[in-house]
């Protein structure tokens, strides 16, 4: 079961001390009793952190109840009602803190060592985004979008932006991030190329329907709380005949087996689902990952839908900046990797039901339960 959909659920938040920095406040909270710690923004009072423990009451239920009222199996070790502020936050605030862990550290600026915002910064992402995700070329096909208009959603520290930019692309990115946006800019800015970049929302885009030749959004959607509407509207805001590249990540894959070895076998919990501890460990809090089926429902609007996995040095990493050899992550097979890259067109004429059905699952050999199922 995907772990939005818990019957077995609550958010508690409770004070911790003050005068942390932003690194400081996304410190994960674990108690002995079970649970599963996410990270959160300062939310306006400092020290706020945030702990997600397993109760009888599902988050719809117990939006807006305050913590002493709930029953919280687990929390007894973490003093539950034993401070006034601790209040079960509604669901929708997940999206604030993922805003929050990403604006603190952009993608691809994690344990770069030059100041930020340098040229040694940016050219520091960008060899380290070279060897270890060389495979975007492939996909992102940066020639031949010159004079056409392209949209990112989710442009990070601007790794693939600027490469539309070079190639001479009419560019627009959004991110929800403020401090993307800022970097973004400032990376143009250095070899005189020009965006439109906009602070948004992937799951309600600030344009107008088909508008853009190519929508590209790479490693963005799952972290968004509302993964299918945000995939809606990449396709609304193409235009009919333009192309669509988005990846997000995959469940049945060797990270996510990495994580539930790591976060339930080892930890006494083998009962966890793969979907949950993605969720609750990969990245962002929320984070979500799909088979290549539910990929195909996601973008079942598109025609042509054509679904990649593809192997990462991520699969096989053995530590934090460590990876087994190249020559050990070409013997694992392409559909245990953590990427899946989904491809297609915008249809010229409005699909019907049954034949936008039939495109999505056209080459999809089992149909692998609804994307509700986290196995």
Same mark, same amino acid.
């Given at each position: ?12 938040i ?34 706020l ?16 109840t305050?913590a002493?009222?709930l ?14 502020e601790?209040?079960v ?5 997940l ?6 862990f ?25 060899e ?10 492939d ?36 991110d ?7 970097? @973004? ?13 906009r ?20 490693g ?12 809606r ?12 590249c ?9 990270? @996510? ?37 539910e ?28 990876f ?24 010229s ?6 034949? @936008?059905?039939?495109a ?10 609804p ?5």
């Amino acid at each position: 079961m995907d772990p939005r959909a818990s019957t077995s659920c609550a958010v508690l938040i409770q004070a911790a001390p003050a005068g942390e920095s932003p690194q400081a406040r996304q410190t994960l909270l674990r108690n002995g009793a079970g649970g599963t710690a996410l990270p959160v923004p300062n939310m306006g009072r400092p020290g706020l952190r945030l702990h997600y423990a397993h109760s009888e009451m599902s988050i719809s239920r117990a939006m807006g109840t305050r913590a002493s009222e709930l029953h919280l199996p687990g929390l007894a070790a973490f003093g539950r009602g034993s401070h006034p502020e601790s209040i079960v936050e509604p669901f929708d605030g997940l999206k604030h803190w993922v805003r929050e862990f990403w604006d603190t550290t952009p993608c691809g600026t994690r344990d770069i060592a030059a100041e930020e915002g340098s040229p040694a910064f940016f050219r520091a992402i960008a060899e380290r985004r070279d060897v270890l995700e060389p495979f975007i070329r492939d996909f992102a096909r940066f020639s031949e979008h010159r004079g056409k208009r392209v949209l990112e959603v989710g442009v990070g520290a601007a790794s693939d932006h600027v490469s539309f930019a070079r190639a001479g692309a009419n560019l627009t990115g959004i991110d929800l991030t403020p401090h993307a946006i800022e970097l @973004a800019g400032k990376r143009l800015a250095l070899e005189g190329l020009s965006s439109d970049l906009r602070v948004g929302d992937a799951e309600r885009l600030p344009f107008p329907d088909a508008c853009f030749d190519f929508v590209y959004s790479w490693g963005v959607i799952h972290h968004t709380p509302d993964t299918p509407r945000a995939a809606r509207e990449i396709v609304r805001v193409t235009r009919p005949g333009g192309r669509v590249c988005v990846m997000i990540y995959q469940r049945r894959s060797l990270v @996510a087996l990495q994580a539930w070895i790591l976060h339930g076998l080892l930890k006494g919990r083998p009962w966890r689902s793969l979907g949950d501890v993605v969720w609750s460990h990969i990245e962002s809090a929320g984070t979500k990952a799909y088979t290549a089926t539910e990929a195909r429902r996601l973008f079942a609007d598109l025609t042509d839908v054509r679904v990649t996995p593809v192997v990462t040095p991520y699969d096989v990493r053995i530590g934090r900046a460590r990876f087994l050899p190249r020559w050990v992550q070409r013997l694992v097979p392409s559909t245990l990797g953590w990427f899946l890259v989904v491809e297609g067109r915008k249809p010229s004429r409005p699909q019907r039901g049954a034949e @936008a059905s039939a495109a999505a699952l056209s080459t999809a050999s089992t149909a692998l339960g609804p994307i509700e199922n986290a196995a």
